[in-house]
């Protein structure tokens, strides 16, 4: 098949609303970072699990790449086709129904587009939670969450996306469809094949539907900006509200006074709950059910002996939902704060939780002598997730900052975290941005079966080329 044939055929399958306009495509063909500018020979949008199969029948035995993109919220180029020739990319954004809720079995089954948020709301519906929660859901999509099983504010109680998930319905390259939607919660039969497309990028197939595990809902949140004594004080208080709450922490999200003065500069709704500045903050907040009184007394006696343990130096506790949003909002716009200040470079780095501490002091003191720099880390620390961001000193522009002495700076960074036994990619994924450091960080064997893996499944390596091994 040549390719003009092939594309004609594609454009066919899909039909006059499934096929994306050159001048309607330049935002799908740009990461949402503007790190790259893709190119791709077509740019499609089929509505069913049927026409992506036909499609990539045909990408398939023509030699076309396919290039499977959801909310295009990622931050590593995993979503951006690099070939204007033989590059397709695959939109999900047309398939976006939810296709069934079992309140009994706990599940909702839904498309590869359902945005995510769109999915909490219909959970919510259901008197339900699903619980995956970022500061991208109200854009970026399901069938992208999954693959990149993406994290959030919310793994430390609920998992990653991974663990969200029963079973999946995925397009292979060769056009087959693997459906494996039956949403029971015990299924030994043979090998666990969804894990192979969780986070895979879509470097080994589509997942156009998922069956998605949901929880009872929590009635009662509490919240509290806490001021704490270091990151070593931060890791004890987690570890003792998850002890005394019977495991209610949802969210233990470390903020450093540096990311909160850059919400505070550039963010003019942001205030600062307390009245005296620290060094490092906790936000925590537990998610219960019963009665309201009895779930605040619980939690204050869990910061009162916290304070009493020399944890925590000072205290704000949201009063009401609006009190509860002006405290995030100092936690989950500080990416935001950044991009407003000229942008950083980003770490996204996770080493367990105990070596957090280790990991800040470290990194700050050999940091130092390599390249003037400042600093903004912030992150899950309950999961051992931090994203340690490298800001141009005042004056210096972004681009000049990366070039000179960006490598430099982001090597320490990585070399730090695999001494201290961590990962380079805690949630973000690995895309085309990190490939060279999945190459230099992941064992020989780790890297050898993951080939192995790709080219059985993929053997005329159409999926997503490029990105993460391929
Ligand atoms: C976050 O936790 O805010 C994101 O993963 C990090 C970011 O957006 O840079
Ligand atoms: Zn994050």
Same mark, same amino acid.
């Given at each position: ?22 001048? $309607? ?9 503007? #790190? ?49 020739? =033989? ?44 619980? #995956? ?185 949201? $009063? ?10 100092? =936690? ?29 002091? =470290? ?19 309950? $999961? ?13 522009? #972004? ?35 990190? =490939? ?10 780790? #890297? ?23």
């Amino acid at each position: 098949v040549n390719t003009s044939d092939a594309l004609a055929r594609i454009a066919a399958i899909v039909g006059p609303a499934g096929v994306i306009a050159p001048r $309607d495509a330049q935002p799908l063909l740009r990461d949402q970072r503007e #790190l790259f500018r893709g190119e791709a020979a077509l740019v499609v949008r089929p509505a069913s699990t049927a026409e992506c199969a036909e499609v990539l029948a045909v990408c398939h035995a023509a030699g076309l790449g396919v290039v499977p993109q959801g909310g295009n919220t990622g931050y590593c180029g995993g979503a951006t086709p690099f070939d204007a020739g =033989r590059q397709v990319l695959l939109s999900l954004t047309r398939m976006h129904r939810i296709r069934e809720i079992d309140p009994l079995g706990f599940t909702m089954t839904v498309e590869a587009g359902v945005v995510l948020a769109a999915a909490q709301r219909a959970a919510e519906e259901a008197g339900l939670l699903f619980p #995956l929660s970022m500061g991208s859901e109200g854009s970026c999509q399901i069938g992208g969450n999954l693959s990149t099983n993406a994290g959030g504010l919310a793994v430390l109680r609920y998992g990653t996306a991974r663990d969200l998930v029963l079973g999946i319905e995925v397009v292979l390259p060769s056009g087959g469809v693997l459906s494996e939607l039956k949403g029971l919660r015990k299924d030994n039969a043979g090998y666990d094949l969804r894990a192979l497309f969780l986070g895979a990028e879509g470097t080994l197939g589509v997942i156009t539907a998922a069956v998605l595990k949901l929880l009872p809902r929590p009635q009662v949140y509490e919240t509290a900006w806490l001021a704490v004594a270091g990151p070593q004080a931060a890791c004890e208080l987690v570890a003792r509200a998850r002890r005394e709450t019977g495991d209610q922490v949802s969210s233990a999200e470390y903020v450093s006074r540096r990311s909160l003065d850059l919400v505070l500069e550039r963010l003019p709704e942001a205030r600062d709950p307390l009245d005296v500045a620290h060094e490092h903050y906790l936000l925590l907040e537990i998610a219960a059910t019963g009665d309201p009184s009895l779930v605040r007394s619980r939690f204050e006696t869990v910061l009162q002996a916290a304070f009493e343990a020399g944890e925590v130096r000072d205290a704000a506790i949201a $009063d009401s939902g609006t009190q509860r949003a002006a405290l995030w909002l100092l =936690r989950e716009r500080i990416p935001e704060a950044e991009r407003r200040d000229g942008g950083s470079i980003k770490h996204d780095i996770a080493v367990r939780i105990g070596r957090i501490p280790e990991l800040i002091e =470290r990194a700050e003191a050999e940091l130092a002598p390599l390249g003037a720099h400042r600093l903004s880390f912030y992150g899950h620390i309950g $999961d051992g997730n931090l994203h340690f961001n490298l800001l141009p000193p005042v004056g210096v522009a #972004l681009e000049a900052f990366r070039e000179r002495t960006g490598g430099a700076l982001t090597r320490r960074v990585y070399d730090l975290t695999a001494e201290l036994g961590g990962s380079f990619s805690a949630e973000h994924g690995v895309g085309i941005l990190k =490939r060279d450091e999945l190459e230099h960080y992941k064992s020989p064997e780790a #890297l050898r079966l993951m080939r192995a893996v790709k080219a059985a499944l993929d053997p005329r390596g159409i999926m997503n080329p490029g990105k993460v091994v391929g």
